[in-house]
């Protein structure tokens, strides 16, 4: 009865495992990009196709705003956005993530990329500030960095690797300010909700962060003298199957549709 | 006389698509990961850190687990009350409750601005958010229904006779509780603290959205791993999923089928 077993049993793992090496085969990417699909004009603009891009969490609200102009004027136009810390995509996209256009909030996360060869040459396309972010009414009485280490203020930031962490631990680091924070969360929208939610006193974020955050948050200045060259990034991934509207993209971002959403967000042009 | 097998191929080959959803994961982690410098990984930043915090934070849940878990399975299995349906289910709920879920609810009840929490803050000036009390209570949240439905099903089924027999001979509840009841439920009540204490380990979901993430104080393990492989830092994230993997073997072979229905 046991060989009867095993005499059944290997077939059926053999089964098993072609099966899925058949489903794995057809389903790795290939690393070149296959050209340019058909760019038919039909529009004003030349975007078509489904575009799917990895941005950084800080450009939630002005990504979305561009989105509603774009797909406007290119009804062919799918687009999608992945918002999270740029750390976090970066690795997706090392992991063979299916980004057509990559769009950091600083250049080392954007570097890391480029060291690996996944990405075309990245161009600047903004600018940001930091900006301390407080419950309405500020409670806790915040008007600076320095106040965010005084006791009995629950300060929140944003994990190492997270740019806008980084930048506020840079800024702190210089003022020589020690600011022990209560968590480390993962990108600027998650530290923003613990302000919102009532569960820290100050997060760091950037100046568009609080201009997006709404009703619940106010925002005190880190002086121009404090702030670290924050510049923004973009580039288009190689392994994009839609090169032409990634790069249209890109272009966009830098002086385009996506450059006015940008500036209406409260962003800096890229100079 | 030999068992005839059953008819088919059919059955064995799902069994076999059954086992190779659960066992080919695990593969893929054990095949990646770095043997030779898991010891380094380990001691990496805030590894060594999350696992301890873990061991508190797993241990801490378990205890308050039982403290509470037990005399309401007791109560559950003894006591007939209006109610009492609705009861169990209430409390077997996180089991089923995705537990980012929990993690949420626990933030509206016990956060800073909770019902709840605000009352505490205000009063005693204590906090669970960004506390690694928070974290106990997150995973205590997920964990103690394994308790409760293991402990209430042992009280259910063991023998009443002893019982019985220590009351006829004048012992007290509390006696009879202690010598009696508790060594005749001893080894589920052993198994189903083993399950709880290895949920509350693994939990992530309510861990990170309600008590936060700071290495030493509320960055579990899970967390961790996360947190390493979303930036990249493979090496520490897969040595810490081998503990865990590692940890949660022992945890059911321990067991040996006990949880499953025999006690």
């Known amino acids: ?43 004003a603009g030349a975007m078509s196709g489904t575009l799917n891009v990895f941005a950084a969490a800080s450009l939630t609200s002005a990504f979305n705003n561009a989105k509603t102009t774009l797909t406007a004027a290119n009804p062919g136009l799918n687009l999608t956005y992945n918002f999270a810390g740029s750390n976090t995509l970066a690795t997706q996209i090392q992991q063979s993530a299916p980004a057509d256009v990559f769009a950091s909030a600083d250049p080392k996360n954007m570097q890391t990329l480029v060291t690996a060869g996944l990405v075309e040459t990245p161009v600047t396309f903004a600018r940001n500030k930091l900006r301390i972010a407080v419950a309405a009414g500020n409670p806790k009485k915040i008007t600076g960095l320095a106040d965010l280490a005084k006791p009995g203020v629950t300060v929140v930031l944003e994990a190492q690797g997270v740019p806008a962490g980084d930048y506020t631990r840079q800024v702190l680091a210089s003022r020589k300010i020690t600011v022990t924070p209560k968590s480390l969360e993962t990108d600027v929208k998650s530290a923003l909700a613990k302000v919102t939610s009532g569960e820290a006193d100050a997060t760091v974020v950037y100046q568009t ?63 | 006389m030999r068992n005839r097998l059953p008819a088919g191929l059919a059955p064995a080959v799902l069994a ?24 380094r990984d380990l001691r990496a930043h805030d590894a060594f850190t999350a696992l301890r915090l873990s061991v508190v934070t797993s241990l801490g849940a378990l205890g308050v687990s039982v403290l509470f878990g037990v005399p309401l399975a007791w109560v559950l299995a003894r006591r007939v009350f209006p109610g009492r349906a609705l009861v169990r289910a209430l409390v077997t709920l996180p089991m089923v409750l995705p537990p980012v879920v929990g993690g949420i ?55 009443r006779r002893a019982e019985e027999a220590a009351a006829t001979l004048g012992a007290r509840p509390a006696y009879r509780f202690r010598r009696v009841t508790l060594p005749a439920v001893a080894p589920a009540l052993a198994a189903g603290g083993a399950l709880t204490w290895a949920r509350a380990l693994g939990e992530f979901g309510a861990t990170i959205t309600f008590a936060g993430n700071f290495s030493g104080t509320t960055q579990t393990t899970p967390l961790l791993v996360y947190l390493d492989i979303e930036s990249g830092n493979e090496a520490t994230a897969l040595a810490l999923s081998l503990v865990l993997l590692a940890v949660s073997l022992v945890v059911l072979v ?7 229905g025999k006690v």
């Open chain 1, 1 to 43: 009865m046991r060989i009867r077993l095993f005499r059944l049993g290997v077939p059926a793992v053999a089964a098993v495992l072609l099966v899925s090496a058949c489903g794995a085969s057809t389903k790795s990417s290939s690393s070149t990009t296959t050209g340019a699909p058909s760019t038919t004009a039909s529009t």
């Open chain 1, 209 to 271: 962060d609080v201009a997006a955050g709404g009703s619940k948050i106010q925002g005190v200045t880190v002086p121009d003298a404090d702030q670290p060259q924050i510049t923004y990034p973009i580039a288009v991934v190689k392994a994009t199957r839609n090169h032409a509207a990634a790069q249209a993209f890109v272009d966009s971002a830098v002086s385009g549709d996506v450059q006015k959403a940008l500036i209406a967000a409260g962003f800096a042009p890229p100079q």
């Open chain 2, 16 to 39: 076999v698509g059954a086992l190779a959803i659960v066992v080919l994961p695990l593969v893929g982690l054990v095949q990646r990961a770095p043997w030779s410098t898991l010891g």
């Open chain 2, 105 to 159: 609810a626990l933030l509206y009840a016990f956060g800073r601005q909770g019902f709840a929490g605000r009352i505490l803050y205000d009063v005693t000036g204590w906090r669970f958010v960004f506390n690694t009390s928070g974290a106990i209570l997150a995973e205590t949240f997920v964990a103690m229904p394994f308790l409760i439905v293991t402990a209430e099903s042992a009280f259910r089924s063991m023998d």
């Open chain 2, 254 to 260: 321990g067991l040996r089928d006990r949880w499953i």
